[in-house]
T-cell receptor, first 108, second 114 residues
Framework: AQRVTQPEKLLSVFKGAPVELKCNYS??????LFWYVQYSRQRLQLLLR?????SIKGFTADLNKGETSFHLKKPFAQEEDSAMYYCALKSSNYQLIWGAGTKLIIKP | SQTIHQWPATLVQPVGSPLSLECTVEGTSNPNLYWYRQAAGRGLQLLFY??????ISSEVPQNLSASRPQDRQFILSSKKLLLSDSGFYLCAWSVGPIATGELFFGEGSRLTVL
């Protein structure tokens, strides 16, 4: 079955500390994974996609097929990183399978 | 630039009443359109998607229906609301299939059924 799991509903770290938001997936084919972010009072928006191998706002995510993971990382958290983060898996041309989301709080 | 508008933002309706949530996209042609429901602690659930006028695909059988009367208009409806229809509904669009994984979301509509 196709599934995305974000084991942490809430993650709280201090400003300047490293951040890792976990995402594990279950998919039989070659996965395409994405991270979306929703800042307070803003729309849900794409943060990054694994095929681009990009760093956005200091965040990176590496696809680990052996561990079926796509964790989102940032070496030094900033207060403006506080938001809701969703991991998503493309399951067809029209369907993304979404994780339940992790609320990230950066403490000053 | 492209924009997506969704309304109403908040709606309180009695059980058994009808529902109409509207979504329009501007600045693009022939977008793929989507209705999602976002439940706390459960992520996003795809309800309907549309690849063109009058073409609706339903992902989850339920008390809701969708229509696309115009290229950039997507409507979520119900004839008789149930308590379980309460939730946060998101409209989104994409350029063709989700080739790049990028969906553009509206601001959402919070529906409370009493």
């Amino acid at each position: 079955a196709q599934r995305v799991t974000q084991p942490e509903k809430l993650l709280s770290v201090f400003k300047g500390a490293p951040v890792e938001l976990k995402c594990n997936y279950s998919y039989s084919g070659s996965p395409e994974l994405f991270w979306y972010v929703q800042y307070s009072r803003q729309r849900l928006q794409l943060l990054l996609r694994h095929i681009s191998r990009e760093s956005i706002k200091g965040f990176t995510a590496d696809l680990n097929k052996g561990e079926t993971s796509f964790h989102l990382k940032k070496p030094f958290a900033q207060e403006e990183d506080s938001a809701m983060y969703y991991c998503a898996l493309k399951s067809s041309n029209y369907q993304l399978i979404w994780g339940a989301g992790t609320k990230l709080i950066i403490k000053p | 630039s492209q924009t997506i508008h969704q309304w109403p933002a908040t709606l309180v309706q009695p059980v058994g009443s009808p529902l109409s949530l509207e979504c329009t996209v501007e600045g693009t042609s022939n977008p793929n359109l989507y209705w999602y429901r976002q439940a706390a602690g459960r992520g996003l659930q795809l309800l309907f998607y549309s690849v063109g006028i009058g073409q609706i695909s339903s992902e989850v059988p339920q008390n809701l229906s969708a229509s696309r009367p115009q290229d950039r208009q997507f409507i979520l409806s119900s004839k008789k609301l149930l308590l379980s229809d309460s939730g946060f509904y998101l409209c989104a669009w994409s350029v063709g299939p989700i080739a790049t994984g990028e969906l553009f979301f509206g601001e959402g509509s919070r529906l409370t059924v009493l």
